[in-house]
């Protein structure tokens, strides 16, 4: 089982950048497939990016691509999410989530755990 705590979030003006993290217990965090997700008000669970468990794969949103780099520490349990040249529409709770099978995929319903998100609001 795997315990995730996502923490970065807050507030930030366009254009801005944040860093977000997520600490992982247990210790097979290293063989899953870890990914980001964010919800909207109003809005489903969408799927941000994704990395392989050795990190050498990544996934992202169209929407994010070229701004968000998603990176993991193994040695430190640690999942990563870099966002550059932020925008309001990236206004959402972050989620932090971990997936067993070794394949990326990009449906929240795959993955198995979960944290408890961390605010992101890009004001303009």
């Known amino acids: 089982q795997v315990q995730l705590v996502e923490s970065g979030g807050g507030l930030v003006q366009a254009g801005g950048s944040l860093r977000l993290s997520c600490a992982a217990s247990?210790?097979?965090?290293?063989?899953?497939?870890m990914g980001w997700f964010r919800q909207a008000p109003g809005k489903e669970r969408e799927f941000v990016a994704a990395?392989?468990?050795?990190?050498?794969?990544?996934s992202y949103a169209d929407s994010v691509k070229g701004r968000f780099t998603i990176s993991r520490d193994n040695a430190k349990n640690m999942l990563y999410l870099q966002m550059n040249s932020l925008k309001p529409d990236d206004t959402a709770v972050y989620y932090c989530?971990?997936?067993?099978?070794?394949?990326?995929?990009?449906?929240?319903?795959?993955?198995?755990?979960w944290g408890q998100g961390t605010q992101v609001t890009v004001s303009s």
């Open positions: 989530a971990g997936r067993r099978s070794g394949l990326i995929v990009t449906t929240a319903g795959s993955y198995d755990y």
């Open positions: 990395i392989s468990w050795a990190g050498g794969s990544t």
């Open positions: 247990g210790r097979t965090f290293s063989s899953y497939v």
